[in-house]
């Protein structure tokens, strides 16, 4: 089982970026999936999870949207007004096991498979 994100880049402030993570090997469309974000010096931390519902992190309330497409196994993280301080390695996760909470889908220890990460830069 693969995991390979992609779309990271260099925006401006309060530009948009789609993150992309395609997942090989294995049908994900029923379990838990989720993006997370590690910025230098920082521990990783939660971006936003699909499951049973949909979940975020307040920081990016409103101004991210996670969704996916089953038939292609991808997941994907629409980031609209992208801040500064959103810069970090995009890692997306998913697990085989349902969550039924959602500090579950918040803990990136409950997660099982990762991909390799791609790095979104926003400059000011």
């Known amino acids: 089982v693969q995991l390979q994100a992609s779309g990271g880049g260099l925006v401006q402030t309060g530009g948009s970026l789609r993150l992309s993570c395609t997942a090989n090997?294995?049908?994900?469309?029923?379990?838990?999936m989720g993006w997370f974000r590690q910025a230098p010096g920082k521990e990783r931390e939660f971006v936003a999870a699909?499951?049973?519902?949909?979940y975020y992190a307040d920081s990016v309330k409103g101004r991210f949207t996670i969704s996916r497409d089953n038939a292609k196994s991808i997941l994907y993280l629409q980031m609209n007004n992208l801040k500064p301080e959103d810069t970090a390695v995009y890692y997306c996760a998913a697990d085989d096991r349902s969550f039924n909470t959602r500090s579950a889908y918040m803990s990136y220890e409950r997660y099982y498979y990762w991909g390799q990460g791609t790095l979104v830069t926003v400059s000011s």
């Open positions: 090997g294995h049908s994900f469309s029923r379990s838990p």
């Open positions: 699909d499951g049973r519902g949909t």
